[in-house]
Structures are given as C-alpha cells and as structure tokens.
C-alpha cells in the first residue's frame, strides 16, 4: 500500500547565493569598513584587529558603524556607508 | 489544491513515523505523518491556499508558505481549527519588532510565548486555568509543536539555534484568564473584547513565585518584583519586557484591594529594582557606572513594559514571572487579531 506524505522542510525558498568576493590582494591604500554588531566589547576586539591592519598595512580610511540591533540586520543606511569600502570587517557572536 | 512540497511513498503510517525521524524533521517527539488530505484540510481551515506566504525570515532567507506551516501543523498533531491561530503567530513572530532571529539562535535560550486572547480560547479549549504552564489540552500543546516544528524544519533554527541551557517551553501557548474586574491583556493592547488575538513575546523559561500568607497587594507584589530583580537575571540593564502571570488567588487579594493592572504596572516599576553595586560586586557591571554609590539597576525601564495576565488554578498562591529576552528594541511582544475562519490582516 503506498502511504504517500509531505516534506515539511525547506532551506529556503530564496535560496541564498554566496560567492567569494575577489580578494582585495594588499589593503595598501584601501578603505574599509568595520562593523560593531552592538555585542558588549564588540569594539574592543575590533579595534585591536583594526590596528594590527593598520601596523601591517597603509589603509587609505576606515569607517567605523554600529548597528543600533545585535539582533536585526544591518540598516540600509549603514550599508550605503560602506558600499565604496574594498572590504568591510564584522563579527558574530558575544 | 496541488501541493507543491516533495512527496514521499512509505509502506504505512509506521514507517512514516520512522522516516521522519530518519530524516531530523521531528522535535525529539513522533510526528503525525503528513498525508496530502490532512494537509489540505489545515489550508482549507484557514481559507489559505499553499503558495501564499505567511511571513518571512528575512536575515535567513527563510520563506513561511502557507503549505509549509499546514505541514508542520499536521505533524505536531493539530486540529485543523487551531490554523488560523498558528497562522496569526506566524505572522506575528515575523514582524520585524519581534525580531525572530535573535531570541532563536541566542545563547540565552528564549522561548517563545503565545497568549491567546478572546473567544477562540474556549472554543478550542486553549488552557488558561490549572496546570496552566503544563496542560494536557491538545491545542496548547500541539499550536506551540506547530510553531517550533515549523522553526525547526522551515525556520533554520537547526542551523541557527545556539541556546546554552535553555528551557523545556521552546514554544509555550496558553490562553489569558479573562477576568472582568482586569482589563485583558488584547484590549490593552488597542483590540475589542470580543477580537480573537494572539500575543507573542520571547520569554525565559517561567520563573514561579509564592506567597501563602501576604495580607495585602503590596507584599504580595513585593515578592514578585524581588524575583523580577534577581541576580543574574537577563534583564537588569537591559530594557527588557516582562510578563507576570498572576494566579487567581493572588488575584483576589489585588480586585480586593481594587488594584487595576496599571497599578500593579506601576508598583512593581518602583520596586523591581537591586542596588547596582550588587552587580558591580559580582562583575555584571562596571566599578565606572557607581558614581554615588547609591546608584539602581531596573528591572524594566517603564511600567508599560510589563505584561500582566491572569492565569492558573483556583487553588494556590502560585504565580509566575518570566523575564523577556534582549530589549526591547531587539524583541517585543507582537499581537495579532484573527478570524476563527481566514486569513486576518488586522
């Protein structure tokens, strides 16, 4: 007898594709963004990634933003912000 | 109606219990196998049809359609009367103000907490009396199934959910002992009496408090705000929403005494509250933010953001206190009205 029954999983209707941006090759004369994602401390363990790029590395800017939400996603505002940055540094986690 | 989910052909009923398992679509518990015609009778209930979306994740690019949560629905053992609550909390745990993402993949564990207001309660004998946190009724314990099964299976939370302990009620739903004498917690909310509503809030697990021999409201509402103050609690600092459950005896002493739900609101405001250096002893605050010494940290941050019901059974003087998650600009409580037939925008 055939028992027929339904998937009740999905992993995504829109399903999300992620490719490797190019590598930015040396972050000599280039911007990038950090974004704070609220946590406590979150900028502490930031800035000490920040400065050891800057010790390595001439970097033309760095824009700083915080999110408003540790749990929301970035505001579009924000990301136009750092939409003309080669790369952006963030974190998870506490 | 087509469904448009993958289908699968098992030999019977049993099997399909073992598949699904096999496959890590359950919640640790059975599931009702999903058939074609039980699903379609769960779409049929609420007047929806399979492609037609619920609500969204969006930071998970997670979609909720109707189908899905009619599955999931079927296999936590619903009714099909209880979809258009489900459906309502779909959609309000989906709203951007409740932030869905946070309170499910955080350390700290939250569930989520549906309060059913207005009719439908007693029509489909939703609990709100005893055993209030742990009723035997199916749609308690099958409306709260549907929702974590379809976070589960649809939502991403086996991918996202990083909950360090945690607590049994995941997914919670009860009913509000609607009493005349307290506004219920819908019409607080700005709905009409007679609306069906579901209010969702992520909460900690619930934190039951005791007092047997208080004579008035005042003590009473002390020993509350003692627990809603506590040490290692989430909450102190942070701008988070409360919901206390007041059981009817403890009720009693409080309409006795004529205390509105504001009243308690702003009572407890006042005194759910620890002096900051207790935090800054244990290091849950900075030695830099005692200035004079005689600074408080607070509970809440208004009186507003404490949600009051009535709840449990006639008999003890049981209430409960659960501390909400994050704050409240990461995670508020969402109420969304329903029809007990259809698809409610309202």
């Known amino acids: ?94 | 109606m087509e469904l448009l989910s993958n289908r699968f052909s098992l030999d019977d009923p049993m099997v399909a219990i073992d598949f699904y398992y096999e496959q890590g679509w359950t919640d640790g518990l059975p599931v009702i196998p999903p058939t074609p015609e039980k699903v379609n009778a769960m779409l049929e209930a609420a007047n929806l049809f399979p492609a037609q979306i619920i609500g969204e994740i969006k930071e998970r690019k997670r979609l909720f359609t109707a189908e899905k949560v009619a599955i999931n629905a079927v296999m936590a053992g619903c009714l099909p009367s209880y979809m258009p609550v489900i459906v309502a909390a779909v959609q309000a745990i989906c709203e951007p103000s409740f932030g869905v993402h946070g309170p499910t993949a955080s350390t700290g564990g939250a569930g989520i907490l549906l309060i059913v207001n207005g009719p439908i309660a007693q029509q489909l004998n939703i609990t709100s009396g005893e055993s209030f946190f742990s009723s035997t009724s199916r749609a308690n314990a099958t409306i709260s199934r549907a929702i974590r099964l379809l976070l589960l299976n649809v939502g991403g939370n086996r991918l996202f959910d990083r909950t360090t302990i945690g607590h049994a009620g995941k997914v919670m739903c009860v009913a509000e002992l609607e009493d005349s004498f307290w506004e219920p917690l819908h019409v607080q909310r700005g709905y009409e009496p007679t609306d069906n509503t579901v209010t969702a809030l992520a909460v900690e697990g619930p934190n039951q408090v005791q007092n047997h021999f208080a004579p008035g409201p005042e003590q009473i509402l002390l020993t509350f705000a003692d627990r809603m103050a506590s040490l290692g609690s989430f909450n102190l600092l942070r701008d988070t929403p409360f919901l206390l459950v007041v059981c009817p005896e403890h009720l009693r002493t409080l309409k006795d005494a004529g205390w509105s739900k504001s009243d308690v609101q702003e009572f407890l405001f006042n005194h759910a509250r620890r002096p900051l250096s207790d935090l800054v002893k244990v290091g849950l605050a900075d030695q830099e933010k005692l200035v004079t010494g005689e600074e408080m940290a607070l509970a809440v941050s208004d009186p507003s953001h404490i949600l009051l019901i009535a709840g449990g059974g006639e008999a003890g003087r049981f209430s409960a206190v659960l501390p909400g998650w994050g704050s409240r600009s990461q995670s508020s409580p969402v109420t969304k009205k329903f029809t007990s037939k259809g698809f409610d925008d309202g």
């Open chain 1, 1 to 94: 007898m055939s028992f027929i029954v339904m998937d009740p999983s999905s992993s995504g209707e829109k399903e999300a594709v992620f490719e490797m941006a190019p590598r930015p090759g040396t972050l000599d004369g280039k911007k990038i963004g950090v974004i704070d994602n609220g946590k406590h401390q979150a900028n502490i363990v930031l800035k000490f990634v920040v400065e050891k790029l800057q010790s390595d590395y001439k970097l033309a800017e760095i824009k700083w933003v915080k999110k408003p939400s540790i749990s929301h996603p970035i505001p579009t505002q924000q990301m136009e912000q750092l939409k003309d940055c080669h790369l952006v540094l963030s974190g998870i986690g506490d």
